[in-house]
């Protein structure tokens, strides 16, 4: 033993956390100083010696019998005396009679040797007193020790003995009285001792523990007693280490609870080992070392009662489990995901002792995970993962699981969206990227030889218990069963657990075991067949009929981990069934099976029958003792080929009018706008999709007129009729080719080109043909012509030339040319629509004559009547106002259309005696209504003509009686 115990569980703690995670250890104290010898001498022991019988006082022996035999020195002498207390170390020779190391190979440098090989029925003690730490009630002392005894056959009282006790050290009685915690009397009986020359047993070093518990605060004794035969013909010597101190418990070694769940260990020394669950109510397993699965996620205790052997200690003692857990983990696979999909990883943990620490790790290290020590961690994965999460409590307990992340890194795309400017044939395309689809197979023997690299994928399974263990040992449930002379195994992979575990249409080319450990038995004939099967379960029958895909040549021999077996011919799997695994085996060369791995499975999915007959062969001939039916199967890997490559089938929808549906490139009749579907598959057997929408614009366009007929130098509007329109280009079409020339005589109204507007003024020249190019939104043309007919005018002409007439007078006007004549102004005119209307008019005037041709044309002429407003008034040079008549009044005769601004007459003094501007009033010869003398008078008239002009007249008018 190592005296530095603290460092040195300091460093296991180091390593454990350095190494692994699931490092379990028991807790260790420090021990009392020198306890373990470590020292080299005898510091803190002391020693006692009696007899031989004359050389020393006391006796040997003879004491009580009840309830176990006894060691007295009647009158002990105290103190060391070499040959009989010796402190050996590891450079001594081994024991004489057992030819052991005299000191333990895991108990330090220095061991003690109680008694010697003398007959002389004598005996030996040494003692340690010691404080059991206070707080600490369940101390114990780990230590090692080596027998060798004499065995006369006495009784047990009077038999050479070997006793190692703890006694209180107030009292000086027993820590438990009667219960011994060792106490051996040469016994062949006994287990671990074997025989020698001279009736000599022993017992090579062998560990034990002294159990302290409820001794917390007291000052105890380990007391350690060798005693001769007690007729003194016969002796008896041991050997004695301290290895360790520590808790006095069951001690978790390990806890995998994904494969045999937690490993307990006792103290060393007990004839039987009981586990009980935590109320006592099952007993879980027997041995000093057990594996089982805790029950419950809520932690609880498990007890572990303690038989000594009847000859050492009749006491039994309970001791009790650090709380333990079973930890549930939810599974939650996704498939099928578009890469780079955040997938929340939520194994929905519960269960385990205490807090919980979490460990996330990825197959394929890409970097994928948000955390790797959360709870739930997120995974941006670009193409399929593993998941695996890591549970683990305070007790190191730990369970994990794995999580599918399936990525289809398949990508199918069909052409790009596009217009079809009009319903008519096109043809579709869509192209696959990624993992090609494989090849169908059907199950049998492959025609094609394996790949080069097979992949090895581990077979697991979908089945979940939370309680049970994924994977756990067999020797049974096993193809490799060397207990029997023969053996035939079968046992199912189902198709979904093959999948889950990537295999597809492929070949298998070999299957692997996994062995836990390896047993002593090699097997002379091992045979491997397959088949394909619909049944999900085997029950109590095979399947009959497998195809072999494997033969031993030689011997095999397991080793530990992976064994696999190369088949001679490599089998194809269809996909669709599950896989019948069939082996034989014979001709084991011992009956120490091999330990290997099983699968937890939930169902009956293995079968073994076997003959133990000297002869029999369960392979040969099918006859067998018993068949056994198990829950479950080993745990498996195959190396696997994927099918070769295969085309991809695609489906295309809706069918209609498509050449072919199936095909990648149909062409489709397309007379509307519509979303056509596509669907593949490819390696990753996710479904592939994609959409072509193509589109047909639904035009409502027009143009207005489409044709029409004008008169020759007529403008009309054309217009580009339609909601749809985005642009519009116009042109003239030649005649002579049809091209499209640009317009030439287009105009509009506050556009800044004509060719561009959607409502242009034509005023063609001569029969022309325009052209109107629409384009919608998507860059489509439609084309649409207006043809416009140019009529010639008719010939419309005015007979009469321009001229001047006096003012009142009338002439008539003369037309030609025409079919209906329209004359304006129409102020003058006798009848505006005869061809030779009489016109009078009274100031200078144009006259126009609309001539209509029979089609509808129209021309004009026109005509210039001029008017001569200058005619010589009359003014009478004498008038007689003698009333009788005549020329009785002074005025102007033939005024007409003129107008007379001033009349004025004045007498020979030049006094105004008369005026007015009407010309119908004249001078009656009066002033003031006095009649005026004869004589000469003088006038001043002024006339205005309509054009603006006045003219003047003065003179003399005589006035006669």
Known sequence: MKRNVLGVTGLIVSLCLTLSASCVFAQQIACPYNIDWETGDTTGWTAQLGGPLGSFPGGVNGGTTTPVPMTLITTPVNGFLPGRHDIMNSSMPPDPFGGFPVVAPSGGGYAIRIGDSNISWSAERIQFMFTVPAGINNYSVNFLYAV??????????????????????????????????????????????????????????????????????????????????????????????????????????????????AYLRGPEGYMTYEWYNNDYSKLMDTGQFVAFQPNSMTPEKYHLILTPFPSVSLCKDTIHTIPIANININRIDSTCLVPETPVVLNAGVYGGAGPLTYQWSEMKPLGTLSCTTCEIATAITPETNWYTIRVEDTNHCHKSDIMTVGINEDTVKAMDDFVLCRPGYTQLDVKSMGLPPRSPLTCGISAQPPCTSPENLNMLTLFRDPIGAKEDTTTVNNPFTAQYTSAHMQFILKKEDLYASGLRYGTLSSLGFEVAKVGSATFSNVSISLACTDQNILGGTFIPNPTLVFTASSPVILVDGWNDFVFDNAYDWDKEKNLVVDICVSGASSKNPPTI????????????????????????????????????????????????????????????????????????????????????????????????????????????????????????????????????????????????????????????????????????????????????KYGCLDTFFSHGVIRPLPVVHILNNDTTIKYGQSVQLLASGAYLYSWNPLGSITNPNLSNPHVAPTEPTTFYVWGLAEDGCRNIDSVRINIDYRDNLFVPSA?????????????????????????????????????????????????????????????????????????????????VR
């Open 597 to 776: 791995f099983y699968t937890n499975t939930g169902e009956p999915d293995a079968v073994v029958a076997y003959t133990t007959g000297v002869n029999g062969n369960v392979c040969a001939n099918g006859k067998s003792d018993n068949l056994e039916i198990y829950t479950g199967r080993p745990t498996v890997r195959g190396g696997f080929c994927k099918s070769p490559d295969a085309l991809y089938q695609y489906t295309w929808s809706p069918g209609d009018f498509l050449q072919d549906s199936t095909i990648q490139r149909p062409y489709a009749y397309v007379n509307k706008t519509i979303d056509y579907f596509v669907e593949t598959m490819g390696g990753s057997e996710c479904k592939l999709k994609d959409t072509l929408h193509i589109t047909v614009p639904t035009h409502d366009y027009d143009i207005y007129p489409r044709d029409t007929s004008v008169c020759f130098g007529q403008k009309y509007k054309i217009s580009a009729l339609g909601g749809a329109i985005s642009a519009v280009q116009w042109y003239e079409v030649n005649d002579n080719d049809g091209s499209f020339l640009a317009p030439t005589n287009l105009s509009c109204e506050g556009c800044s080109d004509p060719a561009q507007s959607l409502e242009p003024i034509a005023r063609p020249s001569k029969t022309t043909t325009y052209a109107a190019v629409y384009k919608d």
């Open 879 to 959: 008038f007689t106002p003698n009333g009788d008549g005549k020329n009785d009044v002074f005025r102007i005769s033939n005024i007409t259309f003129q107008k007379l601004e001033e009349f004025r007459v004045f007498n020979r003094w030049g006094q105004e005696i008369f005026s007015t501007t009407d010309p119908a009033t004249g001078w009656n010869g009066s002033w003031k209504g006095v009649p005026q003398d004869m004589g000469v008078y003088e006038y001043l008239i002024r006339v205005a003509y309509p054009d603006g002009y006045v003219e003047t007249y003065k003179g003399n008018v005589t006035l």
């Open 148 to 261: 060798v005894l004499q065995n006369p056959n006495h009784d047990p009282d009077q038999q050479p003995r070997f006793t190692v006790s703890l006694k209180d050290a107030a009292t000086g009685l027993p820590i438990k009285d009667g219960c011994y915690d060792l106490n051996f009397v040469a016994d062949a009986s006994l287990p671990g001792f074997q025989s020698t020359r001279k009736q000599v047993q022993y017992k090579p070093w062998t560990k034990h523990t002294l159990n302290l518990s409820g001794t917390a605060g007291k000052t105890v004794i380990v007391d350690v007693v060798v005693g001769d035969c007690d007729q003194g013909g016969h002796f008896g010597y041991g050997y004695f280490d301290v290895e360790n101190c520590g808790i006095f418990e069951a001690k978790l070694d390990s806890c995998n609870l994904d494969r045999g769940g």
